[in-house]
């Protein structure tokens, strides 16, 4: 059976381009034509403006206008339910909204949301489409935009799990509830914005704190269990559906990963660090937009919980004796090291606020993510960076090298380095790919890829404010 896996690489072939565009007069926008964009925010396009005229290198400039809107551009769909506000984002060339991808893809704007009434209504539609999603099954990872509807997606036809409609995929990744959480706190930060807040968000909320509740596994195993016929192991859990083994420690469980992958060790330490500085999130949040203060309770005390299990159960050691941040425990005793691409990972931990950029623990965890301590950091010929076995060994994922970016962004040397490999490993397409081969960027998987667009923009915008001197240079 094919799955996402074989569909987006079956791609690759195609989407490989024989040479890099390298003269000026090629770097013709890639945007759709005005009249044919999904969204359109004058906030936005004055930033697209603001942000260029920083831009010295003309490549760099180019593929910075392609990708900061390419979310608005090609994947929004407005709406109205119940006489407010809906907005369905799809992740690019997959016709469905996943939490985490739809939450990360609109974030780049929220700085812009208190000026642009538009850009607010965006973002109320989609914390409140999210919201129904949640409540319409909170372990799915993708939905559909008819709530009645049946999957479409090929791969996941024939899951043994419960589908219901509305569900596109039934994967159970922590972070598919860490996200929302994420989007609705800082949209209200940049706004001072309480209308989405109202009693389906509640609702969704607390569904997620029971949730996770369950998948601490206390009690026995849980609800959810996911079984897929497929020739790679990543696409299913073991143990009739329930994953590996565990101890239950207080731990969140997590069926996958954030490359949708399935957990070696069913406790995936970044996303519990994740949930933990979300639900205190959540906790402020409920409190100021709606004085909930049982809400507020219940979300700091499970974030207490999951870290206390953290600071016993989420380190370990490498072979040279450093101290580093596990990447998956079971709370027997086992332990794995090693980074994948995907946010949440390890490496961008900084950037997720759990740890200050310059904590020891942290900072060796990173620099070790980036070495041959991770299995899956490779360097190459173009490009070097951290990958997955989502697509395979010696591919970098560039989304790695943007989070190194974010979190290594007062030293001027890294990212020099950095925006020479982004911009050099586009083959020639002017957007940021999910995968590139580290010897020939030109192969490459998903030209349609709207999150890794809108990080590559969030990084540019980031570093016009804090590195101006460095985006004036020519690379």
């Known amino acids: 059976m094919i799955d996402r896996r074989t569909l987006l690489g079956s791609g690759l072939a195609l989407?490989?381009?024989?040479?890099?565009?390298?003269?000026?007069?090629?770097?013709?926008?890639?945007?759709?034509?005005?009249?044919?964009?999904?969204?359109?925010?004058?906030?936005?396009?004055r930033e697209i403006a603001r942000v260029s005229s920083k831009i010295a290198d003309p490549k760099l400039r180019w593929m910075f206008g392609n990708c900061y809107p390419n979310t608005l551009d090609t994947t929004v769909k407005m709406g109205v339910v119940d006489g407010k506000p809906d907005a369905f984002v799809i992740t690019g060339d997959i016709d469905a909204l996943w939490l985490r991808d739809s939450s990360a893809q609109v974030r780049p704007y929220l700085h812009l949301a208190r000026e642009d009434a538009d850009l607010r209504r965006l973002y109320q539609g989609l914390i409140a489409r999210q919201a129904r999603c949640i409540l319409l099954d909170p372990y799915a990872n993708a939905f559909l935009a008819d709530p009645h509807a049946h999957t479409k997606l090929s791969w996941a036809l024939h899951d043994k799990t419960e589908m219901k409609p509305g569900v596109a995929e039934r994967k159970w990744e922590i972070d598919s509830l860490c996200y929302p959480i994420r989007l609705a706190?800082?949209?209200?930060?940049?706004?001072?914005?309480?209308?989405?807040?109202?009693?389906?968000?509640?609702?969704?909320?607390r569904t997620t704190i029971r949730t996770f509740r369950e998948q601490q596994r206390k009690d026995g195993p849980g609800p959810y269990r996911f079984l897929r016929s497929s020739d790679r192991p990543t696409e299913t859990l073991m143990l009739d559906g329930y994953g590996p083994p565990s101890?239950?420690?207080?731990?969140?469980?997590?069926?996958?990963?954030?490359?949708?992958?399935?957990c070696v060790y069913p406790f995936l330490i970044p996303s519990n660090y994740f949930a933990v500085t979300?639900?205190?999130?959540l906790a402020a949040l409920a409190m100021a937009t709606r004085q909930d203060s049982a809400l507020a309770n219940d979300a700091t005390s499970l974030a207490g919980e999951v870290e206390a299990a953290l600071r016993e159960y989420?380190?370990?050691?490498?072979r040279d004796g450093r101290e580093v941040i596990a990447y998956e425990v079971d709370g027997f005793g086992n332990a794995i090291?090693?980074?994948?691409?995907?946010?949440?990972?390890?490496?961008?931990?900084?950037?997720?606020?759990?740890?200050d950029r310059d904590e020891p623990l942290w900072r060796r965890t990173a620099d070790a993510a980036w070495s041959e301590a991770n299995p899956y950091w490779s360097r190459g010929k173009v490009v070097e960076g951290i990958g997955g076995p989502h697509v395979g060994l010696g591919q970098v994922w560039p989304m790695s090298l943007i989070m190194r970016g974010f979190s290594y962004d007062n030293d001027v040397r890294t990212l020099r380095n950095i925006l020479r490999m982004l911009s050099t490993s586009d083959a020639g397409t002017g957007f940021i790919h999910e995968a590139v081969n580290q010897d020939d960027p030109s192969k490459f998987t998903r030209d349609w890829f709207a999150w890794a667009n809108g990080l590559f923009g969030e990084l540019l915008v980031h570093l016009a404010e804090v590195q101006p001197k460095l985006l004036q240079e020519m690379l």
């Not at 989420?314 to 490498?318: Q, S, Y």
């Open 15 to 45: 989407a490989a381009t024989p040479a890099f565009a390298t003269d000026t007069s090629a770097f013709v926008s890639k945007r759709p034509a005005p009249a044919d964009r999904r969204f359109v925010s004058k906030a936005v396009e």
């Open 185 to 205: 706190h800082d949209y209200w930060k940049a706004t001072g914005d309480t209308t989405p807040f109202d009693a389906t968000w509640a609702e969704a909320a």
């Open 247 to 262: 101890r239950p420690v207080g731990l969140i469980h997590c069926g996958f990963r954030p490359s949708d992958d399935s």
């Open 278 to 281: 979300v639900l205190r999130e």
């Open 314 to 318: 989420g380190t370990m050691r490498l």
């Open 337 to 355: 090291f090693m980074d994948d691409a995907n946010v949440p990972s390890l490496s961008s931990l900084a950037y997720l606020r759990c740890f």
